[in-house]
């Protein structure tokens, strides 16, 4: 006489597949600063007494977070 097998599958009950806010926040933020960094490249010139865009934001950023 045979038993009837179980064979498991996947468990969908309940399963959450939500994604914190950070995890499309902070790739979004990388790759933006990373494109300025390159969009601002190709016009480096010597620095002046004013602290440019990129900077302020940077320093912003480093305030919030340290």
Excluded: C, D, K, N
């Excluded at 914190?20 to 007494?49: I, M, N, Y």
Aim: no cysteine; proline share 6%.
């Amino acid at each position: 006489m045979s038993a009837p097998t179980h064979t498991p599958g996947p468990r969908v009950h309940g399963a959450s597949t939500r994604l914190h806010w950070w995890a499309l926040a902070l790739p979004a933020l990388a790759f933006g600063l990373l494109l300025l960094l390159l969009a601002g490249s190709g016009q480096a010139h010597a620095a002046t007494g004013e602290a440019s865009a990129i900077v302020q934001v940077t320093e912003q950023i480093l305030r919030v977070v340290g």
